[in-house]
């Protein structure tokens, strides 16, 4: 691979195993546009025309919650990576990455994906744990100023390096911040990945505690490890009990995803920000990940669909209804009776 100031070329070789990226990119981008129009037929459009039978769709009714609202947040910060995965069928076609315009926008975008990706991430977890550890009543109108947060954030962050001469530029398979800048690379790139991979095992691991049984958060925290009785430690409710193990498991493959997908990037990254070059193969296997995530978080969010349908449909007991309500934030079954 030849580099100049301006121009940083591929052979033939490493432009034909380049490719990998944006096909990835751009099945992730199928998968998300399949969402975003399926949301619009379901969610946007029976806001106006009423419809019965297609308001008891369960993506009406979960993306009404706020357990949904984070949910939607976490699929369009995907958009913004798989849109910076799209670019590289520019720079396969060019043999190279042009330092430029385009080479910031994808940096911006990839940014931009990242923060918000990890924001969301985050944001998913707690919301997870406050329902079904610590029973907390969910806020109100608290998913707006979540989300407003998250998405300020994540632009400032990604946009702030713009107006800093070289800190965006061409970097092995892609462009991102420069090896020039090794303290950027780590702070901006291979730190928020780091920090939500640990975040997700705190917040996922009192989750799983409850699910099995041994940790019970009522009036104080209760360590529970016969297995006697672990089932009825957790509510009274068998029913909704069975029904929340069942939600739960699914959220647990989110960090999974995110971990699997966006860590080979952050260890690429300290590799760069360590001083060492790292391998045009790795690089674009790392790249490879991350455009996968949109198109693997559409099937995990359609597993989710495919547990709450039940419920969303009238085909479970009111009692796991009601405490369902809780759970996401706000009384989405309540759009159920809407004709």
């Not at 129009?37 to 806001?47: G, K, N, T, Y």
């Not at 910031?104 to 985050?122: D, H, K, N, R, Y």
């Not at 493959?253 to 860590?263: D, G, K």
């Not at 790392?286 to 978080?297: E, I, K, T, Y």
Request: hydrophobic share 50%.
């Amino acid at each position: 691979m030849f580099s100049n100031s301006h121009f940083t070329s591929f052979s033939t070789a490493q432009a034909n195993g380049l490719i990998a990226v944006p096909v990835f990119a751009l099945l992730s981008a199928l998968a998300l546009a399949f969402i975003v129009f399926r949301s619009i037929r379901l969610v946007v459009i029976p806001l106006f025309q009423r419809n019965g039978p297609t308001c008891r769709a369960p993506e009406n009714l979960f993306f009404r919650t706020q357990l949904g609202h984070y949910a939607a947040s976490l699929v369009l910060s995907n958009v913004f990576l798989t849109a910076a995965g799209l670019v590289e069928f520019f720079w396969v076609k060019q043999s190279g990455i042009h330092q430029g315009s385009m080479c910031t926008f994808q940096a911006v975008l990839m940014q931009i994906g990242t923060w918000s990706t990890c924001f969301f991430s985050v944001a998913i977890g707690v919301h997870t744990c406050n329902s079904l550890v610590f029973r907390l009543y969910q806020i109100s109108y608290l998913s707006v100023a979540v989300i407003a947060f998250g998405w300020i954030m994540s632009l400032v962050i990604a946009l702030a390096p713009v107006s800093q001469a070289g800190v965006y530029g061409p970097v092995t398979v892609s462009c991102g911040v420069t090896t020039a800048n090794p303290s950027k690379i780590f702070g901006l790139e291979a730190f928020p990945v780091i920090l939500v991979s640990v975040l997700s095992v705190i917040i996922y691991s009192p989750i799983f505690l409850v699910l099995r049984g041994i940790l019970h958060v009522q009036g104080g925290i209760k360590l529970t490890f016969k297995a006697q009785g672990r089932w009825c430690a957790l509510t009274d409710s068998e029913e909704y009990h069975r029904f929340m193990v069942a939600v739960a498991k699914t959220m647990f493959w989110y960090p999974i995803a995110f971990v699997s997908l966006l860590l080979p990037i952050a260890v690429a990254n300290m590799v760069q920000f360590s001083g060492r070059a790292i391998p045009f193969g790795a690089d674009v296997f790392a790249h490879v990940c991350s455009s996968m995530l949109g198109l693997v978080n559409v099937g995990l969010m359609y597993n989710t669909f495919r547990v709450l349908s039940p419920v969303f449909h009238g085909s479970t007991l009111p009692k796991i209804q009601v405490d369902t309500e809780k759970t996401f934030g706000n009384d989405a079954t309540t759009f159920a009776s809407v004709r």
